[in-house]
């Protein structure tokens, strides 16, 4: 036992000294925790974001268990907790811990790098490929219109591979995929380790070996230089990956027409450009729809059928799909060898913080500045150069050389949800606007009253508000909910000119004419679209006086919900009839529902709804 008890207070330490540290650690954790719920907020907009906080809350969960089981352990007589095993114990539950930071550091430097090359991704998504072409004779390419030149024909490439529609989000796609990997990569499973453990006792070999070779050496200064070259092999592994990673996205681009010579690629770029205009002129929404989920149908059944045959592949390829070969490309086995890299450099950075950092002073006396600068450089130029660009080309390879099952269908559910979202509030908004006789200059100069600054952003609560004028009531908590979906926001606030683009969209002839409007919100409401039942008046009681109760009303039908006021009970008798002769009528499938409604609608508009947020981009001049 050690020389005092953390169980004996008042008699190996002063209460009053316990409570005055207590204070301390009280203060220190309300700092923290606010702190935490900052970043929690922070981390809300995106799912990656939460994934790597979760697990960061794990770690710390994890390193505080073991610290307290270590406590107890030291209260026992017969362990002594200054030993060489208590001491080695806690050097190694911090080195995983180091390492699991490093994992997620590592994992959100990589996602910062890359939010360039989404917004180009983005960007590539609604440029029209003629005005790439355009642009070639003119100028020399920068490495910008490079990298939208080659997204244009990777996405060419990839929806003719899978014959998918000109509709499908491939940026999106692209997206998906890549928050999927890095989601992956903070999930560390036990070949890993075994890997893991296996590279540290072949360095505590080499570190042995030189040691008895150099018997003037010390076994810490032999330890720095095993961790030397130790790097700086890792550093050449990193080069190898990428140039491998690099050949492959050149096959890719090769096997579409990509071209050093500016002239083929232009006459490449201008014949994409008239298939696809043939292809948006011809292609249907509602059909466009149908193929997107025949296609993750299809991929699914496939997946099925592959676990019931033991030679059957992660992904199944189409006809046109087996047109392209990459030599020694396989997914599963890239991406453990992309998660080795990041597991080797996190797990490098965690032996330099124990067994280097407190001797930088030595090693500088002995070897001077240029080998101290050798030790952290492989890490740096690992971290921040050649992970991101190993980490996007094993995206792009892996996602379109084989199909992602589990990306696809993601991608297809959220554009339909988007999509269907989108157009029945668009929708509803100009019935309500029309029977309010609210013109789209009447709800701009409304927005623009709510916008002193003139900043083209508004609150969701303001927005609510706008949005009650032109008579839509949402609650306010539905309203926060479906925000979300319908808006791109940024910290809370709404770009406005979305509203107006979506009111602009819904009184085109194009989705005015798809359906019948009244028709729309009787079968295809969307449950996040139900008006609030409260007026005015009623909202100020409940948000002054939060302590009274009063026993809800009964639910009434879901068309019922549409009025803005309380209906009268012969207005109950008829939505109920209503609602009869409804459910009465025969039950169509959810593809015939999609197909119905979108049925005869330009893909131009369902394009235009889903990426609302980025069709200003489409104008921007690329320098």
Known sequence: MGETSLFRVGDDVELWRVLVHLSVLVVCLLLFERMLHRLEVHAAVSTKYQQLLSKAYRELMILGLIGLGLKVIKEISSVDGSGASITAFQVADLTIFILALALILQTVCIFLILR???????????????????MLPSSALSQETQELVQLRLLRHLFLNRFELPQLFPFAKYLRQAQNNQITHMTDVG???????????????????????????????????????????????????????????????????????????????????????????????????????????????????????????????????????????????????????????????????????????????????????????????????????????????????????????????????????????????????????????????AELKRRDPSRSGFIGVEKMREVL???????????????????????????????????????????????ASSEQLILIHHHPLLLQSVLSDDDEEVVTTDDNTYSPPRPVLATSALLTASIPSSECVNESIAATSDVSSLSTRPQLERKRSKFQGMSSRTLCDLFHLENTEDQAVTIT
């Open 468 to 514: 009650r004028v032109c008579g839509l009531h949402l609650s306010r908590f539905r309203f926060n909910s479906v925000a979300k979906l319908l808006f791109e926001l940024k910290e809370m606030r709404i770009d406005y000119g979305q509203l107006l683009k979506l009111v602009a969209i819904a009184q085109s002839e194009d989705l005015s004419d798809s």
């Open 116 to 134: 360039k090359h989404n917004f180009l991704a983005d960007r590539a998504e609604l440029l029209p490929t003629e005005d790439l072409a355009d």
């Open 190 to 444: 036990a070949p890993m380790w075994a890997l893991l453990l296996g590279v540290a006792w072949m360095l505590e070999g080499i570190t042995m070996a030189l040691n008895y070779g150099e018997p003037a050496l010390a076994r810490r200064r032999g330890l720095v230089i095993v961790l030397i070259g130790f790097s700086w092999g890792l550093l050449a592994l990193h080069v190898v990956v990428f140039t491998f990673f690099r050949s492959c996205v050149e096959q890719l681009l090769k096997a579409v027409g990509m071209s050093a010579e500016q002239s083929t690629l232009e006459s490449r770029l201008r014949f994409i450009a008239r298939e696809e205009a043939r292809a948006w002129t011809q292609e249907d929404a509602g059909n466009a729809l149908l193929v997107m989920q025949k296609v993750q149908e299809q991929r699914e059944l496939s997946h099925r059928e592959q676990h019931r045959s033991s030679n059957g592949k992660y992904s199944v390829k189409s006809e046109s799909a087996s047109l392209i070969e990459i030599r020694w490309f396989s997914r599963k086995s890239w991406h453990f060898t992309v998660m080795m890299l990041l597991m080797l450099n996190g797990f490098y950075l965690a032996l330099i913080v124990q067994c280097v950092f407190y001797q930088l002073e030595i090693v500088y006396a002995d070897l001077g500045l240029l080998e101290v600068l050798a030790i952290p450089l492989p890490l740096a130029l690992n971290t921040f150069l050649l992970q991101p660009k190993i980490f996007r080309s094993f995206v792009l390879v892996s996602s379109i050389f084989s199909m992602d099952r589990t990306t696809l269908s993601e991608v297809v559910n959220h554009f339909r949800e988007i999509v269907e979202l989108r157009s029945e509030f668009a929708l509803l908004l100009c019935v309500k606007m029309q029977a309010n006789r609210v013109l789209i200059d009447d709800l701009q």
